[in-house]
Structures are given as C-alpha cells and as structure tokens.
C-alpha cells in the first residue's frame, strides 16, 4: 500500500516537472569575442590594485587582486569591429600564481546585443580554460552556459584571447517582453 502511494506520489510529482517544463522557452546562443587587455604603457586595461604587504604585485603573484575595462573586438586584431568590453575583478589564488579568481560582465555596446550584460564566475588557469555564466540582462535575461578562453596572443605587457561564450536561457513563457528577446 505505501509502496504504491509513493509511486502514485512521484508520477504527480513528474506531471507537474513537465507541466513547469513545457510553460518556458529555451533559446541556445554561440558567440565568439575577442578580448585586448593591455597591462602597461598607453592604453593600460589592467590595473593591479591589491596584494599582500612586502611583496612585489603582479598579476601571477600569489594574492594580488586586479580590475580589468578591457575591449571586446569581433577578431583578434585591435582594429576589428568593437563589440564591447570585459569589465571585472580577478585575484591570483593559487600559491604558485598560475589560477585566477574571476568575476566578471560582458558589456556588449554595439550590434544586435547593444546594451546586454553576460555575467561571469570562475576560475582560470593552465589547466581550467571555462569560466561559468552565471546571469545576464536585457537579451540575456536568464543566462546560463559556459566560456571557453583560449589565448591568441600573450606578451609581456599585451595578452589576446578568444572568447566562445554558450549561452542558454529558458525564458518562462509569462516573461513579460519575451518578443524583444
């Protein structure tokens, strides 16, 4: 008898996750940035702003905290079509500088997503190259997915790195303006 009023229980319990299911729009977006973060010199992007006391900061030093306002280019040449910018905060937490706390916004300012925000959590390092989506607004309200970084060009003062963001937002169908999403 109680095993049969638990499976009556979970078959209602699965016809409401359906019900909810069916009641939202899922949309999959891929799009792929160009990222310029300039960490010295004319131009400067990056700017170390914390560390720890009687040590040299730099941005693979154990506990040193950064801000970065960093442009955001269709290809990885400088020239190439903005398409936003990186803004956020990042600190070295691994003892032997090679991982990166990251919390950070892509501001899109021009083109079909002008005026969106994808929202960034993670970590980054040799060997963690995705950083978690974590929220968005305006195109990307209800934001979730994943990032993939891949360095293009790294030099002592300039790094490049692709950016693929995919991005996947399940839109409640009563959202109110899903028409402009």
Known sequence: MAKSLAIASLQILSLFL???LAQ???SVTHLTVYEHEVRSGAGQ???LVAGLRNVTWSFSQFGSVYV??????RSASIKSQLVGRLQGIGGVVSLDGTTIQVLASIHFTTGEYSGSTVELKGISSADVNQTAIVGGTNRFVYAT???????VT???D???ARW??????DIPEDFPDTAAL
């Open 68 to 73: 970065a306002d960093n442009i955001l280019t």
């Open 45 to 47: 992007s990056a700017f």
């Open 145 to 151: 997915g994943y990032t993939t970084v891949q360095p």
């Open 164 to 169: 693929d963001l995919y991005i996947r937002q």
């Open 154 to 156: 790294v030099a002592a």
């Open 18 to 20: 359906l019900a909810s």
């Open 158 to 160: 300039l790094v490049v």
């Open 24 to 26: 939202s729009r899922t």
